[in-house]
């Protein structure tokens, strides 16, 4: 990636910014935390993370090895499945098409 490029390719919002907030809360999260959470998430690299939380690359990993640290996780995937299995903790879970 150039300098001053953003990442082009990126996932969608896995959470509402209320949802967020929620997790947080529930998992003792600092909002910085939360914020590098919520763009590991997106799929954005430690690189791109850093560039829009205005801070250095290994300011990101320390945050992300907290973040994994903290939710027993050892992965960028397995923090995606840690929240999503937090979140349907606190809102039960959601019923398929088609269920009964």
Known sequence: MEPGETQKESLP??????????LAKE???????QEVARLICRARSKEAI????????????????ALYKRLGVHSRLGLA???????????????????T
């Open 13 to 22: 919002e896995l959470f509402t910014a209320g949802e967020w907030k929620a």
């Open 27 to 33: 998992l003792g999260l600092t909002p910085r935390q």
């Open 50 to 65: 850093a560039q829009e939380l205005s801070v250095s690359v290994p300011t990101v990993r320390m945050h992300a090895d």
């Open 81 to 99: 499945i840690r929240f999503v299995l937090v979140q349907r903790k606190l809102t039960g879970p959601t019923r398929v098409r088609g269920e």
